[in-house]
């Protein structure tokens, strides 16, 4: 156990009261120790996370973090020895939960040049270097911080954020000012690399000390958080050049066409596919289908010989979150995503994705076709989602919704401390602009309530499940929407008459369903997700995910529509094989992530599947996903609005910060 003065065991004491209680704010004041600095921690600009850190009587250094994400989030606490330098770290205690509560609890020691370790029951030693200081030791980012001020007057240094050292160094890359009511605070952004590839950047003030790490999560030394949006606006003036540069460098363009040849063609409209198959394209269209030999190859068209692999649409991303100035894209755009619909962007500006698509659609930046669903809105409240659309009023609701539909959004996403009494005036104003509304079901009520008051689409197949188990009387603002289902949601009869009624009211009120089956796979079944005290536990756990993956397979074969996503937590190859592992054909779930997402979209005259006039969105794989589903793993080649990627450049590319 670490060992804490008692002014850390007073904060301890406080922060775990504030966790075990219900109340609309769950903050606590910095430590009472010397050399204190605390940190707030937005999550999409929504405040109410926090870390600090201090050093006791000892000169031991003190670090806490706690990350309040709607009912759960890792909470940890850590301490740090240097040695007589003051500046190399040479032992680490950790202890704490991971974001579902799972006990977490490692140690790391260097004794002359062995690092020993232990986390949980495993341990080990490895030798290394004298000169090597321990790294990762503190919660919040003002660690950063730490390795610049370290770092001045050297080249480098060697840390080891684990076990395995790198050598580090840090650059100035750029200067900003907030003007305080206390005065001006000049900043300067710190780039810290390894081997000239980016680990981490943070705003330091003139002495070097943290201020602000600035993206989807974002840290602030204490009273300074007001200041997000300025900042993330400096940092996106320097990226953008080399954000397009690198989209520029990725997509591979011919003026003279393309020609894919000896093609396996995949018809995902009737599940067949035909072997000999050659595609021209033209521009960022499909031009030309026909046999090998049958169709001309246009002079000086770049030839791709597809044999042995089959071609297919771009598979369609229907529960993704783009989130801060990361380049997460260009990965989806290597699996196979050409198109995404995003469902929120982690951003304290809840329309960056605005301007993110544009860049997508105009080649400055990589990443797939954006469909903008995500007009979020929740209630106030410590539960209130991640991001700044909080609303405490009917009137304000219905005034975001209007904002969402002139910036073009299609869609409307409901959350779970969204207020019940303001559901139906705000669906009927997102109704009256043409917009959909998906989302959560708002706690307090059930989900046939919410379809009867207008839902167009349940996201997330718990709260499915939570239909049949009370959910109208849980709290389901936080973990409430995940444990009921965990611990009784086998008791669900799939084929029973409730279950039964409810599918033909989705049937007959045409509302979707968004399962993220793959999401409660983990959640539900791995020693990482929802903790379990026994093995009796876990095995009620591993039934309801199986439950709850036969109801989904039930919907479909009721003629529910279902869209698949992942919510940013897993493969979307994954959620398509446990479609087709818990008994849909591999052609269904094909479908369902191609032509039958473009089809929920209204894009399916241009996008969806291969055919002659339609945007050039096409997947080359080794082997024929619709005998084998899990072949969509497989990609050799992307090709999206016309230009071709190659995953393995697009994986290996460095959004390279100035």
Avoid at 247 to 270: M, N, P
Avoid at 413 to 441: C, D, E, M, N, Q
Wanted: proline share 5%; charged share 25%; with cysteine.
């Amino acid at each position: 156990m670490m060992r804490t003065t008692a002014p850390a065991i007073a904060l301890l004491a406080l922060t775990a009261a504030c966790a075990s209680t219900n109340v609309a704010s769950r903050e606590a004041p910095a430590p009472p120790a010397r050399d204190s600095v605390r940190y707030e921690i937005l999550l999409g600009g929504h405040a109410g996370s926090f870390g600090a850190e201090w050093r006791d009587a000892e000169g031991t250094l003190r670090g806490v973090e706690e990350i309040h994400d709607r009912g759960r989030g890792p909470r940890r606490r850590t301490a740090t020895r240097f040695d007589s330098t003051g500046l190399r770290a040479i032992e680490v205690r950790e202890e704490g939960r991971d974001i579902w509560g799972n006990p977490v609890n490692s140690t790391r020691r260097i004794v002359g040049d062995t690092l020993y370790w232990q986390r949980g029951a495993d341990s080990g030693r490895v030798a290394i270097a004298r000169d090597v200081s321990l790294a990762g030791w503190l919660p919040s980012a003002g660690e950063t911080g730490f390795w610049v001020r370290v770092l001045r007057g050297r080249d480098s240094l060697r840390i080891a954020p684990w076990i395995v050292p790198m050598v580090i160094s840090a650059r100035p890359v750029a200067t900003d000012t907030l003007r305080t009511l206390h005065g001006d605070v000049p900043l300067t952004l710190w780039r810290l690399e390894s081997h000239e590839r980016p680990l981490g950047r943070a705003w330091l003030d003139r002495d070097r000390r943290f201020v602000a790490e600035v993206d989807a999560q974002s840290t602030f030394r204490s009273g300074l958080q007001s200041f997000e949006r300025q900042l993330y606006a400096t940092q996106e003036r320097l990226i953008a050049p080399r954000r397009a540069a690198l989209a520029t460098q990725l997509a591979q363009k011919s003026d003279s066409g393309l020609a894919i040849i000896h093609a396996r063609l995949i018809d995902v409209e009737a599940g067949t596919s035909a072997p000999g198959a050659t595609v021209i394209i033209r521009g960022n269209r499909i031009a030309e289908i026909g046999n090998d030999g049958s169709v001309p190859i246009p002079v000086g068209a770049r030839v791709i010989d597809a044999a042995g692999k089959s071609l297919m649409p771009g598979l369609w991303e229907m529960h993704g979150h783009y989130g801060g100035q990361s380049d997460a894209g260009r990965f989806k755009l290597a699996a196979g995503i050409t198109s995404q619909r995003d469902l929120v962007t982690l951003s304290a500006d809840p329309f960056d994705i605005v301007a993110r698509a544009r860049r997508i659609r105009s080649g400055r930046e990589v990443g797939p076709r954006v469909i903008n669903a995500g007009g979020f809105i929740d209630g106030t409240g410590y539960y209130g989602g991640p991001s700044t659309v909080l609303v405490d009023s009917a009137a304000q609701a219905v005034r975001w919704v209007n904002a969402y539909a002139d910036s073009g959004f299609v869609n409307i996403k409901l959350y779970s401390s969204f207020p019940v009494a303001f559901v139906a005036p705000t669906i009927a104003a997102a109704h009256a602009r043409g917009l959909r509304v998906s989302g959560h079901v708002p706690s307090g009520l059930r989900a046939e309530q919410a379809v009867r008051l207008g839902f167009d689409e349940l996201n997330h197949m718990n709260f499915v499940m939570l239909n049949f188990l009370g959910g109208d009387t849980i709290d389901t603002r936080g973990t409430g929407r995940f444990m009921p289902v965990a611990e009784r949601g086998a008791t669900v009869n799939v084929e029973g008459p409730a279950v039964r009624d409810f599918i033909a009211l989705l049937v007959q009120k045409h509302v979707a369903v968004d399962p993220t089956l793959c999401v409660f796979e983990s959640q539900f079944t791995s020693a990482r997700g929802l903790p379990a005290t026994s093995d009796a536990q876990r095995a009620r756990y591993r039934g309801a995910f199986e439950t709850m993956a036969r109801l989904t397979l039930a919907l479909h074969r009721a003629g529910v529509r279902l869209v698949a996503g992942t919510d940013n937590s897993c493969a979307l190859a994954r959620e398509l094989e446990l479609y087709v592992q818990y008994g849909m054909r591999p052609a269904e779930a094909l479908r369902i992530a191609t032509l039958g997402a473009a089809e929920y979209a209204t894009l399916q005259k241009e996008l969806g599947s291969i055919a002659v006039g339609k945007l050039a969105d096409l997947v080359l794989v080794e082997g024929n996903p619709l005998e084998k589903i899990a072949d969509v793993r497989n990609v050799r080649l992307v090709i999206k609005d016309g230009a071709v990627y190659d995953p393995p450049a697009l994986t290996r590319a460095v959004l390279d910060w100035p």
